[in-house]
């Protein structure tokens, strides 16, 4: 992304920051209404590895 427009770059870092707080509220009501989160810490790694994968893409 370095040698991106910076204008849709900057839209697509907001766009994951976005997603990423959907996330915590999904999983917040979730942990709050059953009071358990067996598949958190999964569902996190897999989020955390997509994001970076999706943002390492055509950069060197």
């Known amino acids: ?13 907001w766009h994951l920051a976005e997603e ?3 996330r915590s509220v999904c999983s917040d009501v979730y942990h709050e209404l059953s009071g358990l989160n067996p598949v958190f810490p999964t569902f996190t790694a ?10 390492s ?3 060197s």
Request: a negative charge; one cysteine or more.
């Open 1 to 13: 992304m370095e040698n991106a427009d910076p204008e849709p770059t900057n839209m697509w870092r």
């Open 20 to 22: 990423l707080e959907h």
């Open 46 to 55: 897999f989020t955390v590895i997509s994001i970076r994968l999706c943002t």
């Open 57 to 59: 893409v055509g950069s």
